[in-house]
């Protein structure tokens, strides 16, 4: 159970292009899901927290208007890289976990590795 | 955006033996801990979890210790196997739910 599926698992695009990476929980609902990048070698750094209905939370540095974040349903959030360029080119994961849930392993995606060539 | 990663420190170790991987995290008001594996080109992959009110718990053929007073994490995987190479990653929460990230570690198995 608890199961996190993320798309694409790869995209290249061009600077200047956006691109939407989806986020699914597939046997839960997920009222809460977060999105973090990692770049080689280096751990994984929480971009925003975004809940279903409302809008994301942003961490400190992160632009909002760069990285749209949607949560319509309890199931799905994307994130949009808008107008991308080389210095985007990371590894985005997502993750989710359910309201009742606190304090319990949040679950994530096989992440997604854009290229922005 | 919080928990800004160096590059990896590496653990080399022999399969069959034991391994310790140490960790040490950020906050004094952090009461769930979770220890991830990540292998290459995947997700983090949950291996064991440890609420502040513990400071051992036990899964199979893992082990995780915390020590609060020095804000001290450390995982512990009996009889390491070459399957078991990958990063690990500690992890970190307090009343929000969001998880933060530790440095990480690279563990090799050498056959």
């Known amino acids: 159970g608890a199961v996190v599926s993320q798309h694409p698992s790869w995209v290249i695009c061009k600077s200047g292009t956006s691109v939407k990476i989806e986020c699914r929980s597939l046997?839960?609902?997920?009222?809460?899901m977060f999105w973090y990048r990692q770049f080689p070698k280096q751990s994984l750094m929480l971009m925003a927290t975004s809940n279903e209905g409302s809008k994301a939370t942003y961490e400190q540095g992160v632009e909002k208007d760069k990285f749209l974040i949607n949560h319509a349903s309890l199931t799905l959030s994307t994130l949009t890289v808008t107008s991308a360029h080389p210095e985007d080119s990371s590894f985005y994961i997502c993750s989710a976990t359910q309201r009742q849930a606190y304090n319990s392993p949040l679950h994530f995606g096989n992440g997604t590795r854009l290229t922005v060539t | 955006g919080e928990s800004v990663g160096l590059h990896l420190p590496t653990l080399s170790v022999q399969e069959g033996d034991n391994s310790i991987i140490n960790c040490a995290y950020s906050n004094s008001a952090s009461d769930y801990f979770i220890w991830y594996k990540q292998e290459s080109g995947k997700g983090p992959q949950f291996i064991i979890d440890i609420r502040s009110n513990m400071d051992k718990r036990q899964g199979q053929r893992v082990t995780v210790l915390l020590n609060k007073t020095v804000k001290h994490l450390s995982l512990q995987i009996a009889a390491t196997q070459p399957g078991d190479s990958a990063v690990y990653f500690c992890a970190e929460s307090w009343g929000t739910g969001k998880l933060i990230f530790g440095q990480g570690t690279t563990l090799q198995v050498k056959p």
């Open positions: 046997d839960f609902q997920a009222t809460t």
